[in-house]
T-cell receptor
Framework: KAGVTQTPRYLIKTRGQQVTLSCSPI?????VSWYQQTPGQGLQFLFE???????NKGNFPGRFSGRQFSNSRSEMNVSTLELGDSALYLC??????????FGPGTRLTVL | QKEVEQNSGPLSVPEGAIASLNCTYS??????FFWYRQYSGKSPELIMF????GDKEDGRFTAQLNKASQYVSLLIRDSQPSDSATYLC????????????FGKGTSLLVTP
């Protein structure tokens, strides 16, 4: 089975711009979660989607949003980018409660 | 604020020794516990999960859970240099869903 895929792998943006990241889960997985990873804060939960509905949300500002499509693919959007948004954004998919499986991540750099 | 705490390390062990990685969590209602391994520049990889008090073994890895003490550990037997990585402890974030609350990880170095 193919793993979780994320596109693009690398992005460079400037402050004030917006960005959309994409995630395709493992086939059959209906839960998709997004995380932000930085050296200082570690892995922080952004949100989780299940069957096109947001099921959980972390403590991030409203500039961070997401959605899930009927085929379980998910996108996350960050508007009005700030320097502090530079991070590795990881998507993870789950079938059951036996853990989440991560994609390779998107490395976002905000200049 | 739900916390998951890990010693950042680095934890250095000689090849062939047992590496012991520890994690504490603050939410007494937590039900699911996970260990991930992350190599530098790579994404986290699930090693194992545990739900019940006691030990769970998978190959060279043993997870131990003590809910009364709010403590989870991971033992790696016969440590190899290829085990050198950051080990992340994670706990289910809420009562529903699969979202996880991660510790900041312990860096493990296995020396030949």
């Amino acid at each position: 089975k193919a793993g979780v895929t994320q596109t693009p792998r690398y992005l460079i943006k400037t402050r004030g711009q917006q960005v959309t990241l994409s995630c395709s889960p493992i086939s059959g997985h209906r839960s998709v979660s997004w995380y932000q990873q930085t050296p200082g804060q570690g892995l922080q939960f952004l949100f989780e989607y299940f069957s096109e509905t947001q099921r959980n949300k972390g403590n991030f500002p409203g500039r961070f949003s997401g959605r899930q499509f009927s085929n379980s693919r998910s996108e996350m959007n960050v508007s009005t980018l700030e320097l502090g948004d530079s991070a590795l954004y990881l998507c993870a998919s789950s079938l059951l409660a036996g853990g989440q499986f991560f994609g390779p991540g998107t490395r976002l750099t905000v200049l | 604020q739900k916390e998951v705490e890990q010693n950042s390390g680095p934890l250095s062990v000689p090849e062939g020794a047992i590496a012991s990685l520890n994690c504490t969590y603050s939410d007494r209602g937590s039900q699911s516990f996970f260990w991930y391994r992350q190599y530098s520049g790579k994404s986290p990889e699930l090693i194992m999960f545990i739900y019940s008090n006691g030990d769970k073994e998978d190959g060279r890895f043993t997870a131990q859970l003590n809910k009364a003490s709010q403590y989870v550990s991971l033992l790696i037997r016969d440590s190899q240099p290829s085990d050198s990585a950051t080990y992340l402890c994670a706990v289910n974030l809420g009562r529903s869903g699969y979202a996880l609350n991660f510790g900041k990880g312990t860096s493990l170095l296995v020396t030949p």
